[in-house]
Every structure is written in C-alpha cells, then in structure tokens.
C-alpha cells in the first residue's frame, strides 16, 4: 500500500511561486502548482517495456479531489504491475468511447458530406443524405464503422432490391463506399470493409430518360403555348429549352449570373453537377425571357421565383409537374429536353464536342477541359443561336416569350 504524503490542508495552503513546483504524495503522485495558479494532479511512471519515465496528468484540483486522484493512481500502478501502459490503456478506451458515438456511420457520413459542399451541388448533398436516411440509416446509423461489415450492409440492401429498386441499390451502395472511403482517409478505419458489396446484387438495366425526338418539337412548343401555365413557369420552360441546361440549374438561375454586357449566363460551380462553373451563350431568344419576366422578379434574387416565398427559386420539379399536365406523362421529362437539344444538334452535324460543351458534359482531363471553354464560347454562341431560332421556327406561329421575328 503507498505511503501517502499529502494531506487537505496541504492542498489547500499551496500557493504558486515564480517557477512551477511539484508536492509528492508517494509512488508517482504528484501534485503541481503551475505559476499561473493551476493545480494539477500527475502520476509519474516507468513504462513497463521502454522503462522510459512517462507523465500522465490526471486532472486539476479541486475538481479531482484528493482521495480520486489517488484511486486513479493505484489503478494506474495496477496496469503498469500486469505490463500495460496506464496513458495508452486510456487513450485506446477514449478511442472506442469515441467510435461508440462519435464514428457512427450517419456521423462519419455528415462530416464527408461537409466536405463535399465545394465539389457537388446543394440538392445532391440533400440527395445523398436522404437516401441513405431511406434506406440506411434506420438499421445501420448507429453502428460504428469500425463495426460495419458487408454481411449485415447486404442484408439491409437486398430488402431494398426485393422492392425492385436497383437503380436506387447501386447508388446506395457507391455511396457508402464514399463514406468508408473518407473514414480510411481520416484514420477511423483500416480497411474499407464495404469494397465490391454492388456484386451481391442484380445489376440494373440501364433506362435513358424519356425525351421526345426532334420530330416532336412543334407538337411540344403548340401544347405549350396553348397550355395554361403560370407566366413564371411558362419562362421557365422556355428558359430550360433554350438554354440546354439541368432543370436545377435553369430553376434556380439568379440575376447576380447574368453578364448582360456579355450576353453570358455564368452559372457558379457551386450550382454544377460536375462542380465546374458553366457559361453559357445567351441568344436573342433567351434576353428576350429575362426582358420578359423582369417586371416580375426583377427586383427579386431569383429570376424564376416561387409563388410561396418569391425569395426563393421555383422548384427543379416544376416542368416535369407542367409536362405532365401537357400530357407529356411517360413522353418526356424536363431532363428530357437536354437530350431533344443534344439529338436535334447531332443530326445537323454540329461538332460532337461542342454540343457536349454546352450540355456541360466534361472529360477527366482538367487542362484540356479549361482550354476547350475558352476555345468554344464563340462556336457555341453560333449554335445556340442556331437552336433558339430551330424553336421559334418549330413554333410555326404558336405564341412564345422568346419569339423575336417580325
């Protein structure tokens, strides 16, 4: 049993003085009286291998009393007699209380996507997190991922393909191996347990969106001038179609992009599902919607505004909504007219990669992708202005926001 040397009244009448002092308590206690006024208590040790002296601070006083820093001593002499380490045992006992609650999977996937918010959009973020919220989370959120192993994460998917949602499995399982890729990176595991889990399922077939082909134009453009849609809405249509983009990205354009000097649409990258900024050739067609639709939401942030909160955008779901009460339900869809532009384009044999740069469509190479902005902007402009005038001819007459002719 130590031989105990200090007493409360010791403890208590200890003052600082001009260097940092240590009162001895017996076999590795020890109590230091820092300059500044702290008190703190100290186990001092040889480590049972190295024999190297360790300090391992135990905590200040009063808040560690005197009789707990001297059970926390004798538990650490107990470690340091069975050849443990009493500061690595404790550090490897914080770890797992950490990985119990911290290093859960819904946690781990938090923070990745906080790192993501420079590299993909806002709604993909919101996207990510939703499906696994879904079809994750509810079984598997609080496991640690350290603890996560693909039986149990298979067992949770095939739940998921036995509804027949395939698509939904193999993004479910690219984005958890994201998350346990992020978790090697970080040190909170060694290994990704998860790598290879997509070939326990069916591989989905591959559906293309519908779209309309380019025949169907003058069909789509008469239902749409004879629809009755809110005007908002009705710009927005035309705004999508002429401008080739994402119906996020067309639903959510504001006015700060608009460079009216240049005629240029520059959509942060922010906003870009491949996380590149975008800049897009306006024609005629498409500042005659933004003249348009001024009066309107001019003074407002966002060019297409909600009827709910006009200080927010439409929602990206606002033309499919349109298209189906068109009639357009199983035809098209909003992302659908990308792919009308992208076949119409192809057939009049523009160049391949001018039509892919102004879908936005990039390659891995970073350099050439940069280059091929800046080379193509006036090709663009030419066949942007090429398609806003195929629209207006497709019109044959119908009424649009954007008709410019006489």
Known sequence: MAKYKLTDKALKSAKPNDKDYVLTDGEGLQFRVRTNGSLQWNFNYRH????KRINMGLGTYPTISLKAAREMADEARTLVAKRIDPKEHREEHRRMVLEQTEHTLEKVTDNWLATQQSTITADHIKDIRRSLELHIFDDLGDVPVTKLKAPTVITTLKRVEQQGKLETVKRLCQRINKVMTYAVN?????????AGINAAFISPTKENLPALAPTELPELLKTASNANMHKVTRALFEWQLHTMTRPAEAAEASWAEIDFEKQLWIIPK??????????????????????AIKPISGHRPFIFPSDRDPKKPRNSQTINAALKRMGFKGR????????????????????????EA?????????????????????????????WSKHIEKAASGYMLISKISN
């Open 358 to 386: 102004a879908l936005s469509h990039t390659g891995k190479d970073e350099v050439r992708n940069a280059y091929n902005r800046a080379k193509y902007l006036k090709r663009r402009r030419k066949m942007m202005n090429w």
């Open 48 to 51: 049972p291998f190295t024999k």
């Open 270 to 291: 922010e906003r870009m599902k491949n996380g590149k900024e975008h800049i897009i050739p306006l024609t005629e067609h498409a500042l005659a919607i933004l003249e």
């Open 186 to 194: 970080c040190g909170l595991v060694e290994t990704n347990n998860l």
């Open 332 to 355: 098209t869809v909003g992302h659908g007219l990308r792919s009308l532009a992208s076949t119409t384009l192809n057939e009049e044999e523009f160049d391949s990669d001018i039509i």
